[in-house]
């Protein structure tokens, strides 16, 4: 798949795996995962980014743990008409970009986020646009999150393969983590499995 055409297909998303979708199943293991991470590693004044947050439910959790410096983006912009209406404070006191990562990341200012996490987001980067991981550590001035699918959850990331397509719909990139973002200067503090994602925090040196 090319990667404008991943995009567009993120972008024009309804159904499965859509804004709605997320935001009917609400807040999980990963989004409890994060608000103990936070709170053990960040301020509660900390200024966070979530990349691909869709309707907000991980942004949500956060906010009711006590953060309260939260913004996020998402390709696809039925995902802040849906926060409106499933987390409006969240919707009114955040800040919400629309656009496609690789778009919006190079617009912020070196270091304008403490924290910059994705769930299941990154794996969805097309191996064109992998440049982004270094723009999202340009970006973050102490904590990088990682929360994506690295075999937890079965026929996802087992063995050699470099991509999956789930649903013969969308395709899942797996790739190393610990690796990408290792060899890019960050020092791993967190590996967590979850029953579907592996939860990694990073600290840019």
């Given amino acids: 798949m090319e990667p404008d055409d991943n995009r567009r297909g993120w972008a024009e998303r309804s159904g499965d795996y859509s804004p709605a979708y997320y935001a009917k199943i609400g807040p999980n293991e990963v989004s409890r995962t994060l608000a103990t991470v936070l709170d053990y590693y960040a301020h509660k004044d900390a200024a966070i980014l979530e990349v691909g947050c869709g309707s907000g439910r991980h942004l949500a959790h956060l906010r009711d743990n006590g953060f309260k410096n939260l913004s996020g983006i998402d390709i696809n912009d039925d995902s802040f008409d849906v926060m409106a209406e499933r987390h409006p404070h969240l919707a009114s006191t955040g800040t919400f970009h629309t656009g496609a990562i690789e778009d919006v990341i190079p617009e912020f200012l070196d270091d304008a986020f403490d924290v910059v996490y994705s769930v299941e ?85």
Wanted: proline content about 5%; overall charge negative.
């Fill in 121 to 205: 987001t990154l794996q969805h980067i097309h191996p064109e646009n992998t440049w982004v991981f270094e723009e999202l550590i340009r970006v973050t001035s102490d904590l990088l999150i990682t929360a994506e699918n690295e075999g937890n959850s079965p026929q996802r990331g087992r063995g050699d393969e470099k991509v999956s397509y789930v649903n013969d719909d969308f395709p899942l990139y797996f790739r190393d983590w610990k690796r990408v973002f290792s060899e890019l200067g960050l020092a791993q503090l967190v590996c967590e499995p979850t029953n579907r994602d592996t939860v990694r925090v990073f600290r840019v040196l």
